[in-house]
């Protein structure tokens, strides 16, 4: 009996194999051992290349040093005291009252001055006029928008009356 050759070995291991030689491969042991063995030969391979390609393909972990690592905590926690110190000094900072409306807390604290640095608010006093400045229509800091608004309605008001005029 002859054996498989080596090509036809590789046709049958590709799928490619005449009647005669798939025959042989399923009589013959001693053919059919060393085609299992080529086949399981070139899965491992495949198997190496597909493990070495991946592990090609993964980043290299970024590697940094201990200055730099320190400098970029230090940069990260300037910002981060900045992002918190930021709304605090916002609502800190002093609110000028808009033109014609004085605060309550301010015209308080103003009268008090004047009486002399003896004189002293109360604590119901500092609640009442913190009390005016809270019951107020429009917030303090919206006082500008308000202004702005009511100008606003005003000239659309007589732009209107003008046009109903012309008509």
Known sequence: MRHLNDEELA?????????????????????RTEAMAVRDGIS???????????????????????????R????????????LAAPTAWVMRPHAAPAGQPSAVTETAQAGSQMGSQVKMSDDELLDAV???????????????????????????VTKAADNNNQ
């Open 131 to 157: 009390d005016k400045d809270l019951d107020r229509d429009v917030p303090q800091a919206l006082a500008p928008v308000g202004t702005l608004t009511l100008a606003r309605n005003q000239m659309a008001a």
């Open 11 to 31: 046709q049958w291991l590709a799928g490619e194999a005449t009647v005669e030689a798939q025959a042989h491969v399923d009589e013959c042991a001693e053919c």
């Open 44 to 70: 491992r391979y495949a198997l190496a290349l597909r493990r070495e390609a991946a592990e090609a393909v993964k980043p290299a972990p970024l590697r940094v040093s201990h200055v730099l690592a320190r």
């Open 72 to 83: 970029r905590l230090g940069w990260a926690a300037v910002a981060l005291a900045v992002l």
